[in-house]
């Protein structure tokens, strides 16, 4: 508790929480509908976004907002309107973000001290304009949940119900995506880019093991990834190290209990 006196530390703990709802939420679409390659190949593209902000100098995580939900629905209305697979359209706009990324941070006049930062966050450094920034987004997708939550419900169990019950299938799943986005923009101050996908996938594949009950996933799964990133963030606070990190491997440590607690008791 005395490590609360900081004001860092505070903001830290509250961007933990922010993040968690959102990861916690959407986390359960991503491993109910099985779209973890998909949240990969978004959580990547949001490099380009980062070095367009560098480049012409305004907020990176502005950036990544634009790049994502850009990302994200190209790779749906690729795969909704092509004969392109899933994979095919993740893997290319993967390597496309992570290219201009780079070609834009090159082109930058002068030396990105953050960039580390985003390729694997640092929660230690979060400030309050973006902790309101996270908050607004997490608003916008419980927001968007709720209105939605039957329509998500179907086309993450069955599709192919869904269209024959004609719900806007490509439409839906077009939001999902974007909510998905959002929550990368979230996480990638905490645990950075290269990370984001375990926060969005490990919390909620915890929960699956015990429940199938999308409700239940999304709290549950809230639950813990809340408690991921306290522990975390106390953890490389104490052991200086880094923090992303840190709440990764805390979040995948509990995983391998969580396989082996499941064995013993079914």
């Known amino acids: ?19 968690s709802v959102a990861c916690g939420v959407i986390g359960a679409f991503v491993v109910v509908k099985k779209m973890v390659s998909v949240s990969g190949g978004i959580s990547h593209a949001a490099f ?23 990302s994200a629905l190209g790779m749906g209305i690729l795969r909704e309107r092509t004969k392109l697979s899933e994979d095919a359209a993740v893997g290319i706009l993967w390597v496309t973000g992570m290219s201009l990324g780079v070609i834009f941070i090159g082109l930058t006049m002068g030396y990105a001290p953050d960039l580390f930062g ?32 039957e329509e998500f419900l ?9 269209t024959a019950a004609g719900m806007p299938v490509e439409r839906i799943y077009l939001i999902l995506l974007s909510l998905v986005a959002l929550t990368v923009v979230i996480l990638i101050r905490i645990v950075g880019v290269v990370l984001v996908i375990a926060m969005l996938t490990i919390p909620a594949t915890i929960t699956w093991q015990f429940s199938h009950k999308l409700n239940q996933i999304m709290v549950i799964s809230v639950l813990i990834s809340a408690v991921f990133t306290t522990e975390g963030l106390w953890l490389s606070y104490v052991l200086n190290l880094a923090s992303g990190a840190t709440i990764v491997l805390v979040s995948v440590v509990t995983f391998v209990l969580s396989m082996i607690l499941k064995k013993i008791f079914t």
């Open 154 to 162: 179907a086309i993450s169990f069955d599709e192919e119900f869904a």
């Open 1 to 19: 508790m005395e490590l609360l006196q900081y004001e860092f530390m505070r903001n830290a703990l509250m961007a933990g929480i922010l993040a």
């Open 48 to 70: 380009g976004g980062i070095g367009l902000g560098y480049l012409l100098r305004f907020d990176p995580v502005l950036g990544a907002l634009l790049f994502t939900v850009a």
């Open 118 to 149: 985003y390729l694997f966050g640092n929660i230690l450094t979060v400030p309050l304009s973006d902790l309101i920034v996270m908050m607004i987004l997490d608003v916008v997708i419980l927001l968007v949940v709720f209105l939605l939550y």
